[in-house]
C-alpha cells in the first residue's frame, strides 16, 4: 500500500510539471528565492544611491560654508580698513592687509574645490572610479587649506585688531 501511494504522488508532480513547472514545489521555491534575491539587491543599491546623495549634498554644504565664512570674513576686513583708512591712517589698514590676502586665498581655494566637485562628479559618471576618488581626495585637501586659510587669516585680523585698539587706548 504505501508503494502504491508513492507512485500516486510520483504521478501527481509528474502531471503537475508538464502542466507549469513554475508551479511545482521545486519551481516555486526558486521563484521566491530569486524574488528575495533580486529584493535585497534593490535595497542594496537604494541604499548605496541615497548614500551617495547624502556624501554630495554635505559636500556641497561644507563647500558653501566655506565660500561664506571667506568672503564674509574678506568683506568685514575690507570695510574696517575703508574705516580705518579714512580715520586711522594707512599703517592701520597694512595691519589688516595679511588677514584679508589669507581670506582670498580661502577663497580662491575652495572656488577651486568647487570646479574640482564637477570633475569627480564626471568621472564617476564615465566609470572612472580611481580618478574620481583621487578628485575627492584632492577636493578635501584643497577644502581643508580653505579653512587653515580662513583660522589664519582671522588670527591675524585678531592680532591686527587687537594691537590697533591697544595702541588707541593707551594714549588717552
Not at 38 to 67: I, N, P
Not at 76 to 83: C, I, M, N, P, R
Not at 137 to 157: C, D, E, L, M
Amino acid at each position: 500500500m504505501p508503494l502504491s501511494n508513492l507512485q500516486l504522488l510520483i504521478d501527481q508532480i509528474d502531471r503537475n510539471t508538464s502542466a507549469d513547472p513554475a508551479k511545482t514545489p521545486f519551481g516555486l521555491l526558486f521563484t521566491a528565492n530569486h524574488e528575495t534575491a533580486l529584493a535585497k539587491y534593490r535595497v542594496r543599491v537604494d541604499f548605496a544611491l541615497e548614500q551617495f546623495k547624502s556624501v554630495t549634498t554635505v559636500g556641497q554644504s561644507a563647500l558653501k560654508s566655506m565660500f561664506l565664512v571667506n568672503g564674509g570674513a574678506a568683506v568685514a576686513v575690507l570695510a574696517f580698513a575703508g574705516h580705518l583708512a579714512t580715520s586711522a591712517g594707512a599703517r592701520a589698514v597694512q595691519t589688516l592687509a595679511f588677514p584679508l590676502a589669507c581670506f582670498v586665498v580661502g577663497l580662491l581655494l575652495v572656488t577651486i574645490a568647487s570646479g574640482l566637485t564637477y570633475l569627480a562628479q564626471r568621472a564617476y559618471a564615465t566609470k572612472q572610479r580611481q580618478r574620481g576618488n583621487r578628485l575627492n581626495v584632492a577636493i578635501i585637501v584643497i577644502g581643508t587649506f580653505s579653512v587653515v586659510a580662513f583660522a589664519t587669516g582671522s588670527w591675524f585680523a585678531y592680532a591686527a585688531v587687537a594691537t590697533f585698539s591697544q595702541s588707541v587706548i593707551a594714549p588717552s
